[in-house]
């Protein structure tokens, strides 16, 4: 037997559960613990039953096999004496491992964020992570939204319809938890303001007239970059001219041709942003397992993905990239 710890995000898990299709494929009795992964993350729970997908759970007795955590007392004495004999692995190394195809009677602790670990039933995976049936089940929800009427906030179906009938790039910039000090070492300095204003100037100049949606995990930082673009420009027709410098990082989110998805309410937002940046026709990614997954669904057969050209600090990334992700080179600013 094989269980995997489901843990972290949306995308994290989508990976975890696409290692499961592999390994089930393969003919290998595998389950999936979702409850050990979040004891200690209050932000994060399972996400995936949304797209109407299910798995074997181990029972209590497998787990404590597999994890040498017997409540009985002679085995907490052996553990004080000869420490804890875990079948488990915890995945450090960020690249391919073959290898974890092929072991048995383990427990993997991991997110394995590359295409190689389920490349051989990649259509089972699309399967599994179809939008329009994830987009269905926000409809029954409420969490979708009908067409904007009386002059409310835009819903779902409103950018969709912008999405669709427009040549949409997605725009996804992920701050939140990435800013903090342990998540910056990792994380930081990647997707930079330079990184997304060379992407800007590369679809622009590729598809002339495309129109961008930006999504972010920061309302309050985008709302407030807003803000400061539209006084800046208030402030300049006050002087006669623009007042902006060439390239001012606040300019590159104001400009007419980029939408902020801004969906009314909280719930379910994730999915629908989710389902929207799916269905745009190109994309700008951040360095997120988020935006990864939704340019591999899109379907679009002449779909350009940039993405920055390092995914992680500190360590070999080059399996996260796919062959359709072409890198930005760019310079801070």
Not at 277 to 306: G, Q
């Amino acid at each position: 037997m094989v269980i995997i710890q489901l843990a972290g995000g949306l995308g994290n898990q989508m990976f975890q559960y696409a290692l499961y299709l592999q390994l089930k494929s393969l003919g290998r009795e595998v389950k999936i613990d979702d409850v050990a992964g979040f004891a200690e993350d209050e932000q994060r729970t399972p996400a995936l039953s949304p797209f109407g997908i299910a798995y074997e759970r181990p029972s209590e007795e497998e787990l404590r096999r597999m994890l040498d955590s017997s409540p009985l007392l002679w085995h907490k004495v052996r553990r004080k004496l000869f420490g804890r004999h875990k079948k488990a692995y915890f995945e450090e190394c960020k690249l391919f491992m073959p290898e974890v195809l092929t072991w048995d009677d383990i427990y993997l602790e991991g997110y394995w964020q590359t295409e190689k670990y389920f490349r051989k039933v990649q259509e089972e995976v699309r399967a599994a992570y179809d939008t329009d049936k994830l987009r269905a089940y926000l409809e029954q929800s409420g969490c979708w939204g009908a067409g904007r009427g009386g002059g409310r906030r835009k819903s779902a179906q409103d950018y969709l319809e912008e999405i669709n009938s427009t040549c949409s790039v997605s725009l996804h910039i992920r701050r939140g938890d990435y800013l903090t000090p342990e998540n910056q070492a990792l994380f930081g300095g990647i997707c930079t303001d330079a990184y997304y204003m060379e992407g800007i100037r590369q679809m622009r100049e590729r598809y002339p007239g495309c129109r961008f949606f930006l999504f972010t995990n920061d309302r309050a930082w985008a709302a407030g970059l807003l803000k400061q673009a539209g006084n800046k420009g208030a402030a300049a027709e006050e002087r006669g001219g623009d007042g902006k410098a060439p390239g001012y990082a606040e300019d590159m989110f104001s400009a007419p041709d980029i939408t902020w998805i801004d969906l009314p309410g909280a719930g379910d937002n994730d999915y629908a942003e989710f389902v929207l940046m799916s269905r745009c026709k190109h994309h700008i990614l951040a360095n997120s397992s988020f935006s990864w997954w939704a340019s591999y669904l899109n379907k679009y057969p002449e779909k350009t993905v940039l993405a920055p050209q390092r995914w992680l600090n500190g360590t070999d990334d080059s399996d996260f990239f796919r062959a359709d992700m072409q890198k930005i080179v760019c310079h801070s600013i």
